[in-house]
């Protein structure tokens, strides 16, 4: 367990994981596919949009797209079904997939902020996303125990609030509105962040331009994380913010 020193405002930084820290090389969309037929027996015939959503979501979009009402056994076998899929695409994520530039950097980098507890905020089911950062070697710079998973709850914006329970529980730390940062690439990240209650740090590495994300209400946006420096300055900015609101009183 982190501790965080003494005098120091502690920062939950929650990171999405898809087009913000990895390129999946189109590999999640086959992970939903080969779960949809190990689902139903069929094969897909019609994608379904998958950025910036939770897993359960996905997958009922799936089915509904290919003519399945979901049933209470398909909800039922989401998780074990994801989790088997991704395993079997795992090589060919590793093979397809990448590292963004300068997210390895850039976790690093903040590791060694002071206060600074590291998770990830993702659609993803926890395993999912755990097989996801691994390929890349970018596992080991967050804590699994603390995010906020597609498992949680299927609606985004609870994540937020349950990843600021577990770390409270973990910690002995209450985070709160200001003092929880999320960061990630789509409008959906955005809107999480805002309704959930964080610090929003948007990152146009996915489809979703620089200005589409300051409009949508992130508090500061990054083209990419290439300048490690501007990404923990942006981080860090939630205390700035949080000083500020404090002396107005607000």
């Known amino acids: 367990m982190a501790l965080i020193p003494a005098g120091v405002v502690p920062l939950l930084v929650l990171w999405d994981v898809d087009h913000t820290l990895i390129e999946n090389g189109g590999v999640s969309k086959e992970t939903y596919a080969a779960a949809f037929e190990l689902l139903t027996g069929r094969s897909v015939r019609v994608s379904p949009e998958t950025d910036g959503r939770t897993d359960p979501v996905i997958m009922r979009d799936f089915l509904r797209a290919n003519g399945v009402e979901p049933t209470e056994e398909h909800l039922a076998r989401l998780h074990d079904v994801l989790v088997t899929a991704m395993a079997a695409k ?26 600074v507890v590291q998770s990830v905020l993702t659609g993803n089911i926890r395993p999912n996303a755990f097989t996801k950062l691994a390929a890349f070697g970018l596992h080991a710079y967050v804590d699994f125990e603390v995010g906020g998973y597609g498992s949680d709850d299927a609606v985004r914006a609870n994540l937020v609030g349950i990843a600021r329970e577990k770390a409270a529980a973990k910690y002995g730390i209450v985070f709160d509105e200001s003092t929880t940062v999320l960061l990630g690439d789509t409008l959906r990240d955005v809107q999480a962040g805002r309704d959930g209650g964080a610090y929003v740090v948007g990152v146009a590495t996915g489809k979703t331009s620089v200005a589409e994300l300051e409009a949508a209400g992130a508090d500061v946006v990054l083209a990419d994380l290439r300048d490690t420096s501007a990404v923990v300055a942006a981080v860090l900015g939630a205390r700035g913010k949080a000083a500020r609101a404090s002396v107005l009183g607000e």
């Open 90 to 115: 795992a090589s060919r994520l590793r093979e397809r997939g990448h590292a963004l530039p300068g997210a390895r950097e850039a976790l690093a980098a903040l590791r060694e902020v002071p206060g």
